[in-house]
């Protein structure tokens, strides 16, 4: 049985809301939110597009490392933050806080 599925888009900073209407998770159309706050019934070709993606087989759905010959190999969540988490603290460590995003800039006022 299909039911509906309210979602905000996240392609871009707009952040349309979105009626999705589902069947045993497939995604069976795709429509604005009219009583969305935001976008009040607005969305992009790209919000409308979001089934396509979300079905695309070349989606990944797991995280993956590429191993030494070259090819991508799956990997767990966990072992996927832990070396963002590595390699991001050795970027930092080598060339300074303003070499990544994760520090806050205070603009001058």
Request: aromatic residues 6%; glycine residues 6%.
């Amino acid at each position: 049985m299909a039911h509906t599925v309210f979602h905000t888009c996240s392609l871009c900073e707009a952040t349309c809301g979105l009626k999705f209407e589902v069947e045993n998770n497939r995604i069976l159309s795709v429509r604005p939110d009219e009583d969305d706050v935001f976008s009040k019934g607005y969305v992009c070709p790209k919000g409308i597009a979001i089934a396509d993606i979300h079905d695309d087989p070349d989606r990944l759905r797991r995280p993956v490392r590429r191993d030494a010959a070259g090819n991508f190999e799956e990997i767990s969540w966990g072992e996927a933050f832990d070396l963002v988490a590595t390699r991001l603290g050795k970027i930092r460590e080598q060339h300074g806080s303003d070499a990544t995003s994760m520090r806050p800039r205070v603009m001058p006022t």
